[in-house]
């Protein structure tokens, strides 16, 4: 069964450009979630998605982030326009149900130059 | 503010040689607290949920232990492949907080021959 799939691995853009991160979860879990990790940071909480609906957004930083999830399969986080502090490693993570194992995806590190 | 503080930051052990990581946490209402194991360019890979104070969970040479206030990850005779990054994570019961995990910053465990 395929896991946790994320793409671009890496990404580096100017300030000032976007970039459109995917996730694609496991194969019928309605559970997706964002994360992020900053140098030196934690992993935080961005939010989740239950299917294709906004559950829980409130990690999210600016309304310079944007996460989509179409059909409740695939999901984009938009950054317009990257900043520098925007750097670090962006993690997916999708469960069957929200009370279980999240699976993580093998993140994409985006640096903002 | 849901809280996790891991300790320590890193640690060096001998294979075989026998120790515990420690993860200290403030939830409010704990659903569930999760262990999992990082490796270099990666993303987290799940190892243990806990639920209730008392409640321990096993996998080769880890043992996850947890008490109201803390948890510790137990690695008993351990080899080279164990080396790591341990991340600690509780997740809020629903209201409680985000939805997402709160996770503690790891503990990067090396494990010499």
């Known amino acids: 069964e395929a896991g946790v799939t994320q793409f671009p691995s890496h990404s580096v853009i100017e300030k000032g450009q976007t970039v459109t991160l995917r996730c694609d979860p496991i194969s019928g879990h309605d559970n997706l979630y964002w994360y992020r990790r900053v140098m030196g940071k934690e992993i935080k909480f961005l939010l989740h998605?239950?299917?294709?609906?906004?559950?829980?957004e409130s990690g999210m930083p600016n309304n310079r982030f944007l996460a989509e999830r179409t059909g409740g399969t695939y999901s984009t986080l938009k950054v317009q326009p990257a900043e520098l502090e925007d750097s670090g490693v962006y993690f997916c993570?999708?469960?069957?149900?929200?009370?279980?194992?999240?699976?993580f995806g093998q993140g994409t590190r985006l640096t903002v130059v | 503010e849901d809280q996790v503080t891991q300790s320590p930051e890193a640690l060096r052990l001998q294979e075989g040689e026998s120790s515990s990581l420690n993860c200290s946490y403030t939830v409010s209402g704990l659903r569930g607290l999760f262990w999992y194991r990082q490796d270099p360019g990666k993303g987290p890979e799940f190892l243990f949920t806990?639920?209730?104070a008392g409640e321990e969970k096993e996998k080769e040479r880890l043992k996850a232990t947890l008490t109201k206030k803390e948890s510790f990850l137990h690695i008993t005779a351990p080899k080279p492949e164990d080396s790591a990054t341990y991340l600690c994570?509780?997740?809020?019961?629903?209201?409680?907080?985000?939805?997402?995990?709160?996770f503690g910053k790891g503990t990067h465990l090396i494990i010499q021959p």
């Open positions: 806990l639920y209730s």
């Open positions: 998605f239950v299917k294709e609906s906004k559950q829980d």
């Open positions: 993570a999708s469960s069957q149900y929200r009370t279980t194992e999240a699976f």
């Open positions: 994570a509780v997740q809020a019961e629903s209201g409680g907080g985000a939805d997402g995990l709160t």
